[in-house]
């Protein structure tokens, strides 16, 4: 039996734990011996692995990465850009199930995780290894969102979120550790999106490693369409208003997520609907409290962060549409999983957000960076004469691209092949 392992630093915080345990399930329901073993472990999940054989072994491990986040303070600007150094690591090569593997899968291996040095150790293991690149950090100096920087198309360098910025900055010096490692271990790159791809194909740290395209997955059979009329009722949503629902909502001058441009779409839609604007009301789920919110201009709902996912899935249902400004992203969940639940989406036209919706098909893709056109796909929704169709296409769209069993046999045929090569 094929044995893959899964090397990520948390169990199911964020997009890339959570990306890396479902398709752990979906290979596993294709009869793979597979594992996922993570750096810290928050969760109580027993077919969850870590590396941290006892608590005072997780304490140092929390305390690496809180120590790490705390020191990048003192070298980065204030622009709210993620950013991570490699100051701590670990081995991995001597836990029995990365050495007994015959695939080790890298997903997300930051803060404090697996370092340039610790990437190339794994060489010594003489396996095949695939990496999946969740954001741009495996193949840029430090950053895992680039914007419109290209510095990672060449040695980095001159790095515009570090306040002593220069041709040899740590930007640079991070980019080396990264060549001098990938020099040593051959992987192969996983890319989630066409976005994605075209980066690391551009990136001078690994534009010369193999790449496939493999989206991410998730659980088809949780995340699924609903009477929409119950589903208002179920998730406490008022039956008569049409419904945006919106995902994490930090504060108006998070640029990362795009809020400034979302409460400006807003207002503009406001203004457009005119009497009729009490019809809308809007949802927030994952803000994580109440302080620094923006003001919104119809009635908004905050849900707070949703753990369950079977709830979750309650309320992408109930929703009318899903709103997500964000400004760059490789394969959002947020849009999967608005889709598999039959709802449509607007969205900018950035990262891999055009691999999942199809525009005037499943949602909207609006001008990038404009709020007008966001207002523009917000009215479409609105008065979309059709909505039934739009509702059953999102969920297609899933079911032909995305679904548990597609997204697995990609992987199983790319283990397949890594393995017949000679080593």
């Not at 709020?371 to 523009?376: C, G, K, L, Q, Y």
Request: proline fraction near 4%.
């Amino acid at each position: 039996m094929l044995k893959v392992v899964h090397l990520n630093t948390y169990d199911g915080n964020g997009g890339a734990g959570r990306a890396c345990i479902r398709l752990n399930r979906a290979l596993l329901s294709q009869n793979i011996d597979s594992k996922v073993i993570v750096h810290y472990k928050f969760g109580k999940n027993p077919q969850i692995g870590d590396f941290n054989t006892n608590l005072l072994a997780k304490a140092y491990t929390a305390g690496t990465i809180i120590l790490e986040r705390i020191w990048a303070k003192r070298y980065l600007k204030a622009l709210r850009t993620p950013f991570s150094f490699s100051f701590f690591g670990r081995s991995v090569i001597h836990h029995p199930d990365v050495k007994n593997a015959d695939i080790i899968h890298l997903h997300w291996v930051n803060h404090g995780f697996l370092n340039p040095s610790h990437i190339a150790e794994i060489a010594r293991l003489n396996k095949p290894v695939v990496w999946t690149f969740h954001d741009s950090n495996a193949f840029t100096g430090g950053c895992h969102v680039r914007y419109s920087c290209d510095h990672f198309h060449y040695e980095c360098g001159n790095c515009p979120l570090l306040k002593n910025s220069g041709p040899n900055d740590y930007s640079h010096l991070i980019w080396k550790q990264k060549h001098k490692a990938y020099a040593k271990l051959k992987f192969t790159v996983v890319a989630p999106s066409a976005w994605m791809k075209g980066s690391v194909l551009q990136s001078s740290l690994v534009k010369n490693k193999e790449v496939r395209q493999i989206p991410n997955t998730l659980e088809t059979t949780v995340f699924k369409p609903s009477d929409k009329k119950t589903a208002k009722e179920q998730a406490g949503f008022a039956a008569d208003k049409f419904i945006f629902l919106t995902g994490f909502m930090p504060s108006r001058k998070d640029s990362h997520k795009g809020t400034g441009y979302l409460t400006e779409s807003l207002e503009l839609l406001k203004k457009r609907l005119g009497l009729v604007a009490d019809n809308v009301e809007l949802v927030v789920f994952g803000n994580r409290g109440t302080d620094d919110l923006p003001n919104f201009p119809f009635k908004a709902s905050f849900l707070g962060t949703v753990n369950d996912d079977e709830q979750l899935a309650r309320y992408y249902a109930a929703a009318d549409a899903f709103l997500i400004p964000s400004l760059e992203d490789n394969l959002p969940y947020t849009v999967m999983e608005s889709l598999a639940c039959g709802t449509p989406v607007i969205a900018f036209n950035t990262g891999g957000i055009p691999d999942m919706v199809k525009h005037l098909h499943s949602g909207y893709l609006a001008a990038y960076r404009s709020a007008e056109s966001f207002t523009d796909g917000m009215e479409w929704i609105i008065n979309h004469l059709d909505k039934g169709k739009l509702q059953r296409q999102a969920r297609q769209t899933v079911m032909d691209n995305f679904s548990e069993e597609i997204i697995s046999k990609k992987h199983i045929d790319l283990y397949q092949q890594l393995l017949k090569r000679p080593r």
